[in-house]
């Protein structure tokens, strides 16, 4: 089954096109890695489909509905998540960052402090909740921020280069979470170089080159 699908996906810079894309397809619980040469546009790519960047859109569907992009839709701002490869932090607690989501969607206490719960223990971060996110390494802030897109049960992830600015321990600790999220049901698109992520098994591969998509 298909959650999102666009007949045409166009983006430009002024007189110049980034990419123009046709027949883009995403299908329910699959998991993809984007990939590309710095400056392809696979960032901007993600940001077009989570509504944080403009883009000309033909044919949108999502789940199964006819959609326009301008306004973006609420069902997909509700079902769709991006987290950057440089996660934006409030300078409150680890604990308040992974619930922010769940009080705008006005959740209930009790489901928001057991999901919080459940989250912090799955990212490694329960020795941390209390603690100022400002003061984290990347590596733990790239966790909370899985966390925290987790905690909403999305049926997209859009995770822009999760590993691109860590290394050894860091790096695969962030790594050993993906194949979980992928389990989870919901479909992921990773944006990345990282050969352990392009090389996770049952993951497929978009390449973004000279503005087209090529599947492999």
């Not at 033909?58 to 959609?67: I, L, N, P």
């Not at 209390?130 to 049960?153: D, F, I, M, Y």
């Amino acid at each position: 089954m298909t959650l999102l699908s666009f007949g045409r996906l166009h983006k430009r810079f002024g007189a110049q096109t980034l990419f123009d894309l046709e027949g883009l397809q995403v299908d329910n619980a699959s998991a993809y890695v984007l990939t590309g040469v710095n400056g392809a546009g696979k960032s901007t790519l993600l940001r077009a489909l989570a509504g944080l960047a403009p883009a000309e859109a033909s044919d949108v569907r999502f789940d199964g509905e006819a959609v326009q992009l301008k306004p973006y839709p609420q069902a997909m701002r509700d079902a769709i998540v991006y987290v950057h490869q440089h996660p934006v932090m409030f300078s409150t607690s680890v604990e308040d960052n992974i619930a922010y989501g769940l009080k705008v969607r006005r959740a209930p206490a009790a489901v928001i402090r057991a999901a919080v719960a459940e989250a912090v223990e799955w990212a490694g971060v329960a020795h941390l909740r209390g603690s100022n996110p400002l003061t984290l390494s990347g590596g733990e802030k790239q966790r909370v921020a899985l966390a925290r897109a987790r905690v909403l049960k999305p049926r997209l992830m859009l995770l822009d280069e999760p590993t691109a600015s860590l290394d050894g321990e860091a790096r695969e600790q962030v790594i050993a979470l993906i194949p979980d999220l992928i389990r989870s049901g919901a479909s992921v698109i990773i944006a990345c170089h990282d050969r352990d992520l392009i090389n996770l098994p049952g993951v497929r591969r978009m390449k973004l080159r000279d503005g087209r998509l090529e599947y492999r």
